[in-house]
Each structure stands twice: as C-alpha cells, then as structure tokens.
C-alpha cells in the first residue's frame, strides 16, 4: 500500500523559532511536493523537488526553505516562523511514470504562536 | 495565466438530489484535469481524472474546452459523499498541480 507519512500532526511553535516538517515516502518516487492548505485558498505549492538534492520553489516559497537528501525524505523548514505560517501542511509524492496519481500524506497542523 | 475557479465554497443538497460541483479553468495549452477529494480525517485522494473518462463512486467529469469546464456530476448523492472537493489543473509535463479553493459538499439524510 502506497504511504506518504508526516511524522508530526500537530506542531505549536513560538514566532521565531526554526521548524522542521518531515515527510518520508515509501514508494521510491523520482517527485515529492509540499503544499500548504488554507481555508478558501486551496493548496498552494511551496516547493518541489524531482530528485535527491533538486528543488523547485512554487508558488508561495518566501520563508521556506527545503531539504531532499535521500529520495525517500523531503524536509521541510521555516527558518524563523511567524504567525501567517499557521496552517495545515501536506506532503506528496509521485513517480515519473505514475500516469499523474498524486499521493499526499495526512498532513501536519502547525500553529505559531 | 494558468487558473483554476471553483466558485462555490458550499454546497448542499439532500440525500439523492444530483449534484454539480463547477469547476473552471484558464490554460494556453492542452489541459490535464482531475478531482481531488477529503473525507473528514482523512489523507487528499484523487478522485478521477479526465483522460480516464472515468466514473468513480457514480462521479464523472466530463472537459469542456469550450466553456473551459471540468464539472463534477453525480445523479443521486449519497451521505458519504460529504467532503472536500478540489479541482486540480497539472501544469506543463510536471506533476506540479494548480489546485482550486474547493468546494465543501454536504449531503443531508
């Protein structure tokens, strides 16, 4: 069975501190994603990476940054996290050759406080 | 510039009632579409996609490249349908998707 796994599902975090979201996936997959969903805004994608050590910033990558040293792991990191980062983050993945299924972790609640 | 409009934030009907969920788009190329849904506590999943020309859960999705159109349709909706629904848009040869701001189905009994 395919898993995109979150280790963290509820986060509160101080304003300023630095984050880490971590993401793992099972499935050997060339394409990992983090996107950020928001009431009435959808997902946004905040940066992808097509392999070990590439990343793509997406559309809202300001105050994001990203690590992908081995395939199955995607991290993501707020250096100094503020207020406005308050939201749900997901994680997905996919294969170069999955006829563009998509799969996405639970997701991970951060608060800043 | 690519786009995509869900225009409903809420919508809610009664059990076996059909349903439409609009879904509309703005892109230069050939387009690629799917559905995605969340069910409450649960993972986002894709639904269908439109080069499947599938029906998934009695849901299809037909593309209208003249009115620039991926509607969701369901004839009777069923209580379980209650979710999440988000259309989704891929963008070029990646799998980086633009997603809508989606639309919440309630089904009443």
């Known amino acids: 069975d395919v898993k995109v796994t979150q280790s963290s599902r509820y986060l509160v975090k101080r304003t300023g501190e630095k984050v880490f979201l971590e993401c793992v996936q099972d499935?050997?997959?060339?394409?990992m994603f983090w996107y950020r969903q928001d009431p009435g805004l959808g997902l946004r994608l905040i940066y992808f990476?097509?392999?070990?050590?590439?990343?793509e910033k997406g559309d809202i990558p300001e105050g994001y940054s990203v690590s992908r040293e081995k395939k199955e792991r995607f991290s993501l990191i707020l250096e100094s996290a503020s207020t406005n980062q308050t939201s749900m983050y997901l994680c997905?993945?996919?294969?170069?050759?999955?006829?563009?299924?998509?799969?996405f972790g639970e997701g991970s609640w951060l608060t800043v406080v | 510039a690519q786009r995509v409009t869900q225009p409903e934030k809420l919508l809610s009907v009664f059990k076996g009632a059909p349903v439409e969920l609009k879904c509309n788009y703005s892109?230069?190329?050939?387009?690629?579409l799917f559905w995605y849904v969340q069910y409450s506590r649960q993972r986002l999943q894709l639904l269908l996609r439109?080069?499947s020309r599938e029906s998934i859960k009695g849901f299809t999705a037909d593309l209208n490249k003249g009115e620039t159109s991926f509607h969701l349709k369901k004839p009777f909706a069923q209580e379980e349908d209650s979710a999440m629904y988000y259309c989704?848009?891929?963008?070029?040869?990646?799998?980086?998707?633009?997603f809508g701001t989606g639309t919440r189905l309630q089904v009443f009994p």
């Open positions: 997905a993945s996919s294969s170069h050759n999955s006829v563009n299924t998509i799969y």
């Open positions: 439109h080069i």
């Open positions: 892109y230069s190329g050939s387009p690629e």
């Open positions: 990476s097509y392999d070990v050590k590439m990343k």
């Open positions: 499935m050997d997959h060339e394409n």
């Open positions: 989704a848009l891929k963008r070029g040869n990646t799998d980086k998707l633009i």
